[in-house]
């Protein structure tokens, strides 16, 4: 009777727990997911220091977010490539 009483609190956790995990029932599916796109350009040293903010948004309208070789940085967005 004892052994019981500490199956049934461990049968419970696996089935609420682990089996949702492994079939993704605890994922949150996100309907405006950002998706950054790459940098066209190798930036230099000057634009590799204008960087996204941490919610990856540039206080300047007119740039953009875009990941290069060093890190998420804010692009002007006139020099995207349109004919690659």
Known sequence: VGSMK?????????????????????????????????????????EC?????KYMRCYNRNQKCCWSHCGYICWQNDESCHDC
């Open 6 to 46: 500490l199956c049934i609190p461990l049968l419970m956790t696996f089935f609420c727990v682990v089996l949702q995990s492994v079939l993704g029932g605890l994922r949150k599916y996100y309907t405006n997911e950002l998706l950054l796109e790459e940098c066209w350009k190798e930036p230099n040293a000057q």
């Open 49 to 53: 220091a204008s960087r996204c903010s």
